[in-house]
């Protein structure tokens, strides 16, 4: 047995040790009228509906018809993961290098998740890691934009097009980005997004969901808001399905909507300073950046990653991260545990134990969980190192610096 780990940190906790050159996203700029949003609030004795004002104006800021707001992309993606009533032992092809907030509405609901692997080079899945785990039993791909890098969404719909497969997004890293035009979040069904503290549009424990869908957007506020439950005339509450009680808190709505306002010109900062970053990155030998692919346009990166090459260096990536931390590089190392074939080890132990819904039935086959359920994602996060979160802070003197410090770390460690 392994000795006792401590328990995960979350929010600022997460980052409170991360010291270095480069700008952090704690403290976070908070949106000007935070304040008067959230005096609004307490003055009112909480009878404005600040959640209502906050969905209307994401919905009308993303273009969309419809926004239900959440306390997390956890709870988003487990409401609609709830909505689409599939069956126990139903199978999700999801992206296997992600956070734990991407898996838990399927286990919540006995789904099975089915990760499909990385195309070479990447932190995504793409339509050829996906076609190949297209059973009778798959019901819905949800994809992740890791780092705020988009998937290749076209080919992903018309794959799932051909099987009648639901198809949606958590672009909780990747707000406000675009892919070939159309925002990250409404590429597909639906879309879930994060305004947890550490997230781009930081607000402290948000979420929503957005949708142009006017029957799944009503059965999302059934079912995420109203807890299942209709109310009949003359009785009350009849709770019809099992339902959540994930509103929004009218002070995250409040900070979310000041937030709101400020959140555009700061992805377009990040965007030309990831770009840049990226590009001077690029020039070193022996190191390459996630690539940028040619149908993004805003590129809303949330973290920034590059990949080292073994062969040119005499170190590995967690020497090669850890020397970058004492250069000054905040929070940078590599980021296995974001596997989650490899992560969830409850996941593992209920598929080898075949416990529900891997018992058969409800599940059709034998499924298993491990470090090479998905090789290529373990291969390329063996030598991928990123750092704490990218944020509107960084200028162009971050960017140069930033890439003089990997330089210097990588000509220190040359072959
Ligand atoms: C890709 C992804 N999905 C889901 C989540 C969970 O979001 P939340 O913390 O709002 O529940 C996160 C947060 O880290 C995330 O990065």
Redesign the pocket.
């Known amino acids: 047995m392994p000795a006792r780990d401590a328990r995960a940190k ?1 929010g600022y906790q997460a980052h409170a040790d991360e010291v270095g050159k480069l700008p952090s996203s704690f403290p976070r700029t908070i949106g000007p009228n935070a304040m008067a949003y959230l005096q609004e609030v307490v003055d009112s004795g909480l009878t404005v509906d600040m959640m209502g004002r906050f969905e209307r104006a994401f919905a009308e800021a993303y273009g969309v018809r419809h926004c239900i707001a959440t306390p ?6 487990a409401v609609l993961a709830a909505a689409f009533n599939f069956d126990p032992g139903d199978e999700i092809i999801v992206s296997p290098v ?5 898996v838990q509405g399927l286990v919540a609901e006995d789904y099975i998740p089915v990760f499909a692997d990385t195309e070479p080079g990447t932190v995504n899945l793409s339509a050829e890691t996906i076609q190949p785990l297209i059973t009778e039993r798959t019901r819905a791909i949800l994809v ?1 934009h ?1 780092t705020g890098i988009i998937c290749d969404m076209d080919p992903i719909n018309a794959l799932a097009d051909e099987h009648g497969l639901i198809v949606y997004e ?1 672009a ?2 990747a707000v406000f980005g675009e892919y070939r035009g159309r925002l990250a979040g409404t590429l597909s069904r639906a879309g ?1 997004f ?3 503290a ?2 781009t549009m930081g607000g402290d ?3 929503c969901i957005v949708t142009d869908d006017d029957e799944l957007a009503e059965r999302l506020r059934f079912m995420g808001q109203s807890r299942g439950a209709r109310q009949r005339e003359g009785f009350g509450r009849m709770h019809t399905e099992p339902g959540y009680a994930y509103r929004m808190p009218q002070c995250t709505a409040a900070i979310c909507l000041a937030q709101l306002e400020i959140i555009q010109d700061q992805v377009a900062q990040i965007d030309r300073m990831v770009r840049l970053l990226s590009e001077l990155i690029g020039e070193i030998p022996g190191v390459t950046p996630l690539p940028i692919p040619e149908y993004m346009g805003m590129y809303s990166a ?1 973290m920034f990653g590059m990949s080292i090459d073994p062969e040119q260096f005499t170190c590995t990536a967690d020497e090669f991260a850890a020397q970058l931390v004492d250069e000054g590089v905040p929070g940078a190392g590599t980021a296995r545990y974001y596997l989650m074939p490899e992560a969830c080890t409850f996941l593992q132990r209920w598929a080898s134990e075949r416990r529900y819904p891997y018992s058969m039935p409800p599940a059709s086959r034998q499924h298993s969980y491990g470090e090479d359920t998905c090789p290529t994602a373990h291969e390329f996060l063996d030598t991928w190192i990123r750092w704490a979160t990218f944020c509107e802070k960084y200028t162009e003197e971050h960017c140069e610096l930033a890439a003089r410090i990997v330089r210097e770390v990588a000509d220190r460690n040359r072959r």
């Open positions: 979350w997390g992309c956890t709870p988003a993606l992600t956070d734990y907030g991407t992740v890791k958590d909780c890293q879930g994060s305004f947890d550490e997230k424990v948000g979420g949330w």
